[in-house]
């Protein structure tokens, strides 16, 4: 929901009827990627803050500076918060920006995936090493190899093969890696370089890492969702092709590859039977909360899925305040996932 339609809201009854309260009060929180590790949920959020940045089409408002990691003890629990797990001040190559992350576990170690812009103002993906869920990690001098963009989401497969999936259009950058290196050839724009609208819809990417996990251990490849019929979604299906917030996970076998509309405000997936896809459009997740981004993780807990999401109902709708929520979602008899209302 953009920011310049809340005035009319009333957000003591939107708190009232939301499916969700905030896990967290006491700083604002976005971007939830949830994973179990050692029978507790982490969630790895962007640090939401207002660094005074005007609103724009780019995303320039988001100027998170640090991640801090939320735990509970299961569902229901109290949300702990463990402070900075890491800064942009100690990432070498990093200036600004730091926009959603993720984290995954190898052989004892945590490893945080996140982007940031360059001090070109480019954004790149980095990998930092932590020993415990909670951080504090420790970032590689250098981003990931080949890596742009921005929302990386760390899978492990059955098989013990780790992919990542990761791209945003507009502030994020991804339509101008079209030709495979940066296009920055005109003023930045949100929609320059997007395909036309009967064109097929830039794909989020994916690519397998190196067993240390710090590297992409193949090329980057496209991420495809196709219509009923077969077909790519195209530029112009707004309501259903990828804008960001890429997430995989394995429900019954089967490869869910979620993420968000970004400008029309849905949550949706696209099912496959691998990790690379193509994936078939399944429907949507939630519909459009409070605030213009929507952005999650799925993840398993004791043989319940949750989804985790954020709105700004607790800034009252100031798009860049943000706050981490989860709730139980349900698939019916054929896999598909019960679209969730964010308020009742
Ligand atoms: O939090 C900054 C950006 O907003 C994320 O990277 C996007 O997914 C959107 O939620």
């Known amino acids: 929901m953009p920011e310049d339609s809340i005035d009319h809201i009333d957000f003591d009854d939107l708190k009232k009827r939301a499916i969700s309260q905030p896990l967290v009060e006491h700083i604002y929180t976005a971007d939830p990627s949830a994973h179990v590790f050692d029978g507790r949920i982490y ?51 990093a200036e600004r920006q730091m926009w959603a992350p993720d984290a995954n576990e190898k052989d004892g170690k945590y490893y945080l995936f996140f982007p940031a812009k360059d001090y070109d103002g480019i954004f790149k993906i980095g990998v930092a090493i ?43 950058q991804l339509q101008r890696w079209r030709a495979g290196v940066f296009n920055a050839s005109e003023p930045e724009s949100p929609v320059a370089h997007l395909p036309a609208d009967d064109e097929p819809a830039l794909c989020a990417k994916v ?5 240390d996990l710090l590297q992409f251990d193949e090329e980057v490849r496209d991420v495809l969702i196709l219509d009923e019929s077969g077909n790519p979604l195209l530029s112009g299906d707004t309501d259903r092709r990828f804008f960001e917030a890429s997430w995989l996970h394995k429900y ?17 997936y696209a099912i496959g039977d691998n990790p690379y896809g193509p994936f078939t459009y399944g429907g949507r997740i939630l519909n459009p909360v409070v605030g213009w981004t929507s952005h999650h993780s799925i993840c398993e807990y004791d043989g319940k899925w949750y989804l985790f999401y954020h709105d700004s109902v607790l800034s ?29």
Do not use: Q
Not at 151 to 167: E, I, N, S
Not at 252 to 268: I, V
């Open 252 to 268: 019954n076998g089967k490869y869910y590859f979620s993420y968000s509309t970004g400008d029309t405000h849905f949550l949706c």
């Open 130 to 172: 932590g020993d415990k869920p909670e951080g504090p990690f420790k970032p590689e001098p250098e981003a990931i190899k080949g890596s742009f963009s921005i929302d990386p989401a760390v899978f492990k497969d059955d098989d013990g093969k780790y992919y990542m999936y990761f791209g945003g259009i507009w502030g994020g």
């Open 316 to 344: 009252k709708g100031v798009t860049h305040l943000r706050s981490i929520k989860m709730v139980e979602i349900n698939y019916d008899e054929n896999g598909k996932i019960i679209t969730l209302d964010p308020y009742k």
């Open 207 to 211: 690519a397998r890492m190196t067993d």
């Open 43 to 93: 969630i790895y959020p962007s640090h939401d803050i207002d660094a005074g940045d005007a609103f724009d089409d780019l995303g320039s408002h988001f100027a998170m500076e640090d991640y801090h990691v939320i735990s509970l003890d299961a569902p229901g629990a109290p949300a702990i918060d463990h402070g900075c797990a890491l800064h942009v001040n100690d990432v070498p190559w």
